[in-house]
């Protein structure tokens, strides 16, 4: 499989007011990014709260993101937060069964005690075998910790065939640049999950962005991703305001993405699993409003429509 270039939200969950998956509130916010510019979905993510879904719900979640976008865009999905290797197995090929274009490997999860490479190989190499006629991606998802790859482990990534996305958090523009030196010439794609250096990955050579603040303002990261190369002033700019913007994304997300998309229309709540609404304080939705007011000038100055709800 060939992954699409460009910009990929981390898609959060919408649960209905008994704390339930809403699959039409789910269905209404895959649109929505696909209609502003996604192109890709990735899914069943830590943004999807997915250490709080069991793997029936992520089942459900997959399918139906895919149902909806996936004739369209390539809707990709992780979700193997057990503890041990044998249980994740089972969680992915669940996961793997919906259709999803690819499953995302989670490098904490392959490596659950920081053991060290030879673990986290180990167990790669076996979730590989277990589940062919597939491609993966992975991510070093920050939750329950960081686990950065090596560059010995991004070569092996590389060089197996089937891992083909990577979703860079390492958020160091050194580390971005000897990665790409890694892979060039590989079927491997770097996408960067780190807005203040969005700009400078771009330029060395990553395939797009693949980032929480999509769930606010995908069509401006798009404007990036589109126009970094024939615009470098506006980009430049872009870029500053940017590393400002995603201030946002604090204690309250993801429950301020939904308090943001629920202000475009989307009705979507704010229940939430995996951290209590009170996060969601005042100051916090002051800072939506204020956000939402900044994106829209942005919006003016790159040429972009004012975002709606479409769905």
């Known amino acids: 499989m060939i992954f699409n270039n460009g910009v990929w939200p981390t898609m959060i969950t919408i649960f209905d007011d008994h704390n339930n998956l809403d699959i039409s509130a789910n269905k209404r916010v895959a649109r929505h ?63 793997a069964a919906t259709g999803v274009h690819s499953i995302v490997l989670v490098t904490n999860r392959l490596d659950i005690n920081n053991q060290g ?12 075998n277990e589940i062919p006629d597939i491609d993966f991606g992975i991510y070093e998802c920050p939750f329950p910790y960081r686990r950065l790859l090596s560059e010995d482990e991004i070569d092996w990534c590389a060089k197996s ?15 971005q640049q000897k990665r790409i030196d890694l892979v060039r010439g590989t079927p491997l794609k770097l996408f960067n999950a780190n807005t203040q250096t969005i700009l400078n990955s771009l330029k060395i050579g990553y395939s797009g962005f693949n980032g929480v603040m999509c769930n606010f303002h995908i069509d401006i990261y798009k404007w990036m991703y589109n126009n970094f190369t024939t615009e470098p002033g506006k980009a430049a700019t872009l870029q500053e305001w940017l590393s400002k913007a995603c201030a946002i994304e604090g204690p309250a997300y993801p429950a301020i993405a939904k308090y943001h ?20 304080t005042a100051e916090a939705k002051q800072m939506s409003a204020d956000l939402e007011k900044q994106e829209n000038e942005m919006r003016k100055f790159l040429g972009l429509k004012k975002m709606t709800c479409k769905s």
């Open 261 to 280: 998309l629920n202000n475009l229309g989307l009705n979507v709540g704010y229940t939430m699993r995996v951290k209590p609404n009170t996060n969601l």
């Open 117 to 128: 490479s030879t673990e986290l190989l180990k167990n790669t190499e076996r979730i590989l």
């Open 33 to 95: 990014l696909l209609e502003y510019g996604a192109d890709g979905i990735f899914t069943v993510c830590q943004s999807s709260e997915m250490f709080a879904l069991n793997t029936q719900e992520k089942v459900l979640l997959a399918k139906s993101v895919l149902a909806e976008v996936g004739e369209k865009i390539q809707v990709i999905a992780s979700g193997h937060t057990s503890e041990t290797i044998t249980a994740q197995l089972e969680e992915l090929k669940a996961v």
């Open 161 to 175: 065939g089937r891992i083909k996305f990577f979703k860079d958090v390492s958020c160091n523009a050194d580390i």
